[in-house]
């Protein structure tokens, strides 16, 4: 497997998703485990992409529900990466709700995703460095470098 480094923009993704009753609680509202469904899955996917490898979700950080999205709204979801690891990748999640009779669009969510990627034999593996060229590149990254050691600490004290 290539272990030449990629830019986080070969690996992003967006991803439009239509919200239906069987998504939501009577009142409408949609389920946060469906909003969460979705966030795993484009994680998974720009993990994939970058490692092209299987990747797992090693961890969720907290994700605060902003805003309701409702029955009907096109969830929109956006995800990037920001930093990488030897095994790990932490990917960056924005979720906007788009209101599809107004075309308003509200942010309703953030999340940071740790993907690990895994070898033949089901263990964590080297993934490819990440080509830093912008400022924000450097800063995400460096941003995310602080926040796996915080998640390593975290789960030091369990
Ligand atoms: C994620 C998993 C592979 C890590 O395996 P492990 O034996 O603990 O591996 P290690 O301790 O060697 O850690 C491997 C990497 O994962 C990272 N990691 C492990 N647990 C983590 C966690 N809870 N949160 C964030 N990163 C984590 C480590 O920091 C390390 O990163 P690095 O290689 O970039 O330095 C393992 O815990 C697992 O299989 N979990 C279940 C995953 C799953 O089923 N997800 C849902 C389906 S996709």
Do not use: W
Request: net charge positive.
């Amino acid at each position: 497997m290539s272990l030449k480094p990629k830019s986080a923009d070969e690996s992003k993704a967006e991803m439009t998703v239509r919200m239906f009753p069987s998504d939501a609680n009577p009142a409408g509202n949609v389920f946060g485990g469906e909003i969460l469904r979705q966030i795993d899955l484009i994680a998974g996917l720009v993990a994939q992409r970058h490692c092209k490898r299987n990747a797992v979700t090693a961890s969720i950080d907290r994700v605060n529900f902003l805003k309701p999205v409702m029955v009907g709204n096109a969830l929109i979801l956006n995800a990037r990466l920001n930093y990488v690891s030897r095994s790990s990748m932490e990917i960056e999640i924005h979720v906007e709700a788009e209101n599809l009779f107004t075309g308003v669009k509200t942010l309703t969510n953030t999340a940071y995703v740790t993907s690990v990627a895994l070898d033949e034999n089901g263990r964590p593996t080297d993934v490819p460095p990440l080509l830093l060229v912008t400022d924000d590149e450097k800063k995400r990254f460096a941003e995310g470098e602080q926040r796996m050691l915080q998640r390593k600490r975290e789960r030091k004290q369990h």
